[in-house]
Structures are given as C-alpha cells and as structure tokens.
C-alpha cells in the first residue's frame, strides 16, 4: 500500500500518542501531511505543515482545513476529563472539524470514535457494526455524538467517513479487560491506511482492535476494507494472570460486568 491517494491529509491531535505514530506511518499516502495539535508540535519534516488549533475555535479549524482532501481526526479529551472540557474539544471540536470539511470539500473523515461509546454493553454481548451507542461516561457520549455528527455529514454531505470504536491502544494489554479490547499500533496504523486507500467506504463503524481470541466485537460487516489486524493480546495472558493478585485495585461488580469496565463507574 504505496500509493499517494489524497492530496494533503489532516491529521489532527497529532502530538498525542496515536498522532505521534500516525504522522509517519501515513505520510506516504499524500502528498502533503498537515499535523495539528494544541499543543506544540515538532517542526514539520519533509512533506509536512505543522499548525497549531484549538479545536473549538472554528475560524483556526476552518484554517487548519483549507486544501484539505482527506482527514484523521484523533484531537480530543479522556475519559478522566470534566464536562466543559469534553464539550469544547470533543464535542464543539468535532463538530467544527466536520463542518469546515465540508465547506472545504473534504472527501473522507477517519474518525477516532471509542469503545466507551459502547461501554454499557454487557461483556457476554457480541457486537457487529450495526449495535447502537450505549455509552459508558461523558467522554464515550462525545464519542457517540461524533458518530452521529458523522452519519449526518455522510448522508446530508456526502463525506465518507469510518468511525473506529478504539479499544485500548497501548504498547501492551496490562490489565484483563484488555485482554478483549487491546489494539496494537501496527494494527492502528494498518486500519487507518486501510480505511484511506479503500475505493469506498461509505459511512462505516469499525472496530479498532487486534486479533484478539477474547474479543467481543466483529468487523464482519466492514470486511471490504481487508483490516487484517496481525497482533493478538493472548500472547500476553499468561503476564497479566501473573500480575493480578491481591494490590490489583477491586473492580465494582458493574465494571466487571461491562464492556467499558472501571470508565463506567466515572459519574456523572
Ligand atoms: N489510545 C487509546 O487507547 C484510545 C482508545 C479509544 C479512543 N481513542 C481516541 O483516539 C484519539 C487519539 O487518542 P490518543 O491516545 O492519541 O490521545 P492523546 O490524549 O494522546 O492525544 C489527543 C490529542 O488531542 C489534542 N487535543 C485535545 N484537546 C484539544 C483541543 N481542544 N484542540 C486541539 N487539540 C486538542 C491533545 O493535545 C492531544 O495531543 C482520541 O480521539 C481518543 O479519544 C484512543
């Protein structure tokens, strides 16, 4: 998967820990890489523009958007994060990243939605592409918002977009749960250049995760992308079965319960 598909790709919360990643491992795929972040960005290598956003301020977006053809938008808040500040970046945020794409004619959207926006499920529940949001706290409600901000900006606009329900993208799955919900980096960066070079994707709700035995969630549905992700969190079962014992911190019975584990004990 060489090819220069788009013209200049935007990625957003490109200093974050994905951003970071992707900024390289997709820059063959345009043939210019716009990198955004609020905070401070390393200087742009070659075939990059490095532009500083705050993502609720719409005339900085609708700056940050010009020329664009294609987006990755990964800016946002945690979990952890309060209301106001969930409603700002992901959610006001969101909503100016999709806008100002269609006023500048962006033609395809990766969205970098969570599996906390279907945390209320119950564990024992497997999910295809088609199970409704059931957000599990404040930040997968965003998150469920953006799928829906996406739905309306696919069927009003046009805009293609692959929402990507993350699960836990990290270096390693270190605690149990993550032993169903752990997405590799390769994997990460594999789905995103699958969800960029594909003919057509439509309005799409993929699952971001690895190849996982213990997995509750099926790409079935999004097949005609090829993800193949190649890692797999069993190699770590037998580490993480070490490392629970007694200091490990109780989960409630809801979190142990839930596809969102300990997240949906976050009140409100
Ligand atoms: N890492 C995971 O396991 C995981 C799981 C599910 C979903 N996601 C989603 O993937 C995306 C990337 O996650 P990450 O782990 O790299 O997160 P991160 O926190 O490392 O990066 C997010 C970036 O967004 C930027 N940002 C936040 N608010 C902003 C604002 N108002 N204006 C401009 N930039 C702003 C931050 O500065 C940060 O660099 C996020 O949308 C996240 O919700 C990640």
Redesign the pocket.
């Known amino acids: 998967m060489t090819t220069t598909r788009w013209r200049r790709l935007l990625i ?9 990643h992707l900024r390289s491992d997709l820059r063959d795929l345009a043939q210019h890489v716009r990198v ?4 401070g960005l390393s200087p742009a290598a070659d075939g990059e523009e490095v532009v500083q ?5 719409m005339a900085a977006v609708q700056a940050m958007l010009e020329g664009v053809d294609a987006v990755v ?6 979990p952890q994060a309060p209301w106001e ?1 969930v409603l ?3 959610i006001i ?1 969101s909503f100016n990243v999709f806008e100002a794409a269609r006023q500048a004619g962006v033609k395809r959207i990766v969205f ?5 926006a279907i945390g209320m499920y119950d564990r024992s529940q497997p999910l295809d592409s088609d199970a409704p949001p059931r957000p599990g706290n404040l ?1 997968g409600l965003s ?1 469920a918002f953006g799928e829906n901000l996406a739905r309306m900006y696919h069927d009003k606009h046009g805009i293609e977009v692959a929402c ?7 270096e390693r799955p270190t605690d149990e749960r993550m032993l169903s919900t752990w ?1 590799s980096h390769a994997d990460m960066v594999q789905l995103c250049r699958r969800c960029l070079v594909a003919p057509a994707i439509g309005y799409s709700v993929v699952y ?1 995760v690895s190849a996982n035995s213990r997995s509750w969630w099926s790409n079935d549905k999004v097949d005609f992308l090829g993800f193949a992700p190649q890692d797999s969190a069993d190699a770590y079962a037998q580490d993480i079965a070490h490392a629970i014992g007694p200091a490990s911190a109780p989960l409630s019975a809801r979190a142990a319960r839930l596809q969102g584990g300990r997240y949906t004990d976050l009140i409100p």
């Open positions: 957003t919360g490109a200093a974050g820990r994905l951003g970071s955004s972040d609020l905070r956003a705050e993502l609720s301020d938008h990964l800016g946002a808040v945690m500040t700002q970046a992901n945020g970098a939605s969570s599996h906390h930040y998150k990507l329900r993350i699960g836990s993208c990290f997405l971001g």
